[in-house]
């Protein structure tokens, strides 16, 4: 059997081996140019599961991450950037959303919102598995999301409901990857 990861541009091995086998080949052909992709997330689930793969692409628009998760509760998501780069169970070691140097509230519904962290809530189908694109509002990976203590993408358990103060009242943490910078 050919060796299928040195055809793969700068994927560091490792971190896509843990991706399960139903995600492996998917994770393998994510569309993301290899030059823009500078980050990575390995989603986790509380007992230490793997539960995706997520690349995080710099554009002159913002950030765009390409994720494909399985394994997931049916139902609708909240799926934020938290930051603090640390996936300890019950995932509170992420901290708080990923905010902007000024000062702003949470929520794409409220006057001084949202976080630089907010994100659209993710909706799960039955069979637990999601391909999704999403663009945000972060525009320098190396100083938001590659700074001393890094980021973490975090998946909670309900929706983001977009208004509650300080983090859309979306209940428990389910997932959690940190945001790694990929080896170039």
Known sequence: MPDTHSTIPRIR?????AVPSGL????LSLPLAAESTLGESMMQDRDGNSVGAVLLSE???GVLLHARLGGLPA????FHIHETGACDPPFDSAGGHLTAEEA???????EDGPHLGDMPNI???ENGRLEIEVMTRVS?????????DSAALVIHEGADD???????????RIACGVIEKRDT
């Not at 139902?75 to 909240?78: E, F, I, K």
């Open 75 to 78: 139902g609708v998501h909240a």
């Open 104 to 110: 702003n509230a949470h929520g794409y519904l409220v």
């Open 59 to 61: 554009t002159p628009n």
């Open 140 to 148: 320098d990976m190396d100083k938001q999301l590659f700074d001393r």
């Open 162 to 172: 977009y208004h509650s103060q300080p983090s859309g009242a979306a209940g428990p």
């Open 123 to 125: 909706h799960i189908p």
């Open 13 to 17: 091995r490792k971190a896509w081996l």
């Open 24 to 27: 492996l080949g998917a994770a």
